[in-house]
């Protein structure tokens, strides 16, 4: 017992040392820290921009509304998935990755201790969100609490792994900004986050709802707005679930822990 204790407190604290060391580095880097705490609330500002009353005349769904959800799934895009790319390519790049795993340190703490800082922001920016939604926006509290919370939990470990994919074919912090940005922009336009799915065509919804962030969007939606059914969250959750597991794989199988050469 003393010895199961003893190891669980060891790979704790070595998380920890991880999370605090990336966010000292993240705090140090003035364009990390730009795209983690400003690019989603001007993001949050575009989509106020292109979406008008007009627009969702119809679909039943409030300007607040779209915007909240929209943004939410921008913070997990822009804080958890374009950081840690742009993370974990530098730390390999600088041969971080490499040393870290000649030690007691394992590659699930390794990726965990990276991401962790970006992760408890993006998290800790939706709760902002939902409250300043609350008071600007005149939306109504989370009408399913626990599925908002399932949906940013899910996203941030989906969003997570699909930056250490992304980064395995990334060669450079700066080519990070053009590896990055199919699944911004396919997001973005398919899943939900600028053109709610309810607005798009009934020709395109079967593509778009297979896309990786829309299941995540299905639950943010429902956990803010409820509405949703049995049926239609299970197909979310497990949309998430297979996107996750395929990613994991994919990092089993292609993830880089040295510099190209």
């Known amino acids: 017992m003393n010895a199961t204790t003893t190891a669980a407190t060891t790979a704790t604290g070595r998380l920890t040392a991880l999370?605090?060391?990336?966010?000292?580095?993240?705090?140090?880097?003035?364009?990390?820290?730009?795209?983690?705490?400003?690019?989603p609330l001007a993001m949050v500002g575009v989509l106020r921009s292109a979406l008008t009353p007009e627009a969702l005349e119809g679909t039943g769904i409030r300007l607040g509304d779209a915007l909240l959800s929209g943004g939410i799934g921008m913070v997990l895009i822009l804080v958890v998935y374009l950081n840690v790319t742009s993370a974990l390519v530098a730390r390999r790049e600088e041969l971080v990755l490499k040393r870290l795993r000649t030690g007691e340190v394992s590659d699930t703490e390794i990726l965990g201790g990276t991401a962790l800082p970006a992760a408890v922001l993006a998290i800790a920016q939706s709760a902002v969100l939902v409250v300043?939604?609350?008071?600007?926006?005149?939306?109504?509290?989370?009408?399913?609490?626990?599925?908002l919370v399932a949906g940013l939990l899910l996203g941030t470990v989906l969003m997570t792994a699909l930056a250490a994919v992304t980064s395995s074919v990334t060669r450079t912090v700066e080519s990070a900004q053009l590896t990055t940005t199919p699944l911004f922009l396919v997001s973005a336009f398919g899943s939900g986050l600028f053109v709610p799915l309810d607005t798009l065509p009934d020709r395109l919804l079967p593509l778009c709802e297979?896309?990786?962030?829309?299941?995540?969007?299905?639950?943010v939606e429902a956990g803010l707005h409820g509405?949703?059914?049995a049926?239609?969250?299970?197909?979310a959750a497990l949309s998430v679930l297979v996107w996750t597991l395929l990613s994991v794989f994919a990092v089993r199988r292609w993830f880089r822990w040295e510099p190209r050469r």
């Open 132 to 147: 300043a939604g609350a008071v600007v926006l005149d939306t109504d509290p989370p009408q399913r609490p626990e599925l």
């Open 210 to 219: 297979v896309l990786p962030m829309t299941g995540v969007v299905r639950l």
């Open 19 to 39: 999370a605090r060391a990336e966010l000292t580095l993240l705090v140090r880097n003035r364009t990390a820290l730009f795209v983690a705490l400003l690019m």
């Open 227 to 229: 509405g949703a059914d």
């Open 231 to 235: 049926p239609e969250l299970a197909r």
